[in-house]
């Protein structure tokens, strides 16, 4: 049973660049969430998808989007990347259960962006 | 809004030593509570979880109880060894904004030496 995946593990980019990160679900599991979490601190939300739609977000700047493809796969899209932009990614899946909030997210090994 | 308080780390101890990772909360709703951990280099695993009030939940040795009335969720372990060494979160979720979204802790590192 394959687990939460994530691409690509490492990125190198440079302020005002664009970056694409992926991420596949557990199999069977039809939501996908995404968190920063900066060196030596907690994860933070960014935004959660279901059914191809983005159904709650965090505290973050328009420059982050997303998208979740009716595999429900998802990417998360960050434009003109800061420096503060550098972290790590997780991305975590989860399966709606008549909108319940019990639902476990399972999380990915994470993509680590540095922006130079 | 929600937030998760941790005990700064870190946490040092010897193999075999008792641990206690103290977490509270504070939420708008009526929390599930999680605590998840991260290996270096890794991304999160869960550790264990419970729903309501006074649910214990348990795994691989350790064990958290929801208490509601403290707004507590301290993490135990009898016994730890030097594999357990990890960062370990304390994480909520309550169904607001029609998405169930984790808010974490800051994490607190434990270190176990031989």
């Known amino acids: 049973d394959a687990g939460v995946t994530q691409s690509p593990t490492h990125l190198i980019k440079t302020r005002g660049q664009q970056v694409t990160l992926r991420c596949s679900p557990k199999?069977?599991?039809?939501?996908v969430s995404w968190y920063q979490q900066a060196l030596g601190q907690g994860p933070q939300f960014i935004f959660q998808?279901?059914?191809?739609?983005?159904?709650q977000r965090g505290n973050f700047p328009d420059r982050f989007s997303g998208h979740q493809f009716p595999n429900y796969s998802s990417e998360l899209n960050v434009n003109a990347l800061l420096l503060g932009d550098s972290a790590l990614y997780l991305c975590?899946?989860?399966?709606?259960?008549?909108?319940?909030?019990?639902?476990?997210?399972?999380f990915g090994p994470g993509t680590r962006l540095t922006v130079l | 809004g929600d937030s998760v308080t941790q005990m700064e780390g870190p946490v040092t101890l010897s193999e075999e030593a008792f641990l206690t990772i103290n977490c509270t909360y504070t939420?708008?709703?009526?929390?599930?509570l999680f605590w998840y951990v991260q290996y270096p280099g890794e991304g999160l695993q869960l550790l264990l979880k419970?729903?309501?009030?006074?649910d214990k939940g348990s795994n691989k040795g350790f064990e958290a109880t929801y208490r509601k009335e403290t707004t507590s969720f301290h993490l135990e372990k009898g016994s730890v060894q030097v594999s357990d060494s990890a960062v370990y979160f304390c994480a909520l979720t309550t169904f607001t904004g029609g998405g169930n979204k984790l808010t974490f802790g800051t994490g607190t590192q434990l270190k176990v030496e031989l």
């Open positions: 975590a899946s989860s399966l709606q259960t008549s909108g319940s909030y019990t639902d476990t997210q399972y």
């Open positions: 199999s069977g599991h039809d939501t």
């Open positions: 939420a708008t709703g009526y929390p599930s």
């Open positions: 998808y279901y059914e191809e739609e983005e159904r």
């Open positions: 419970a729903t309501k009030a006074d």
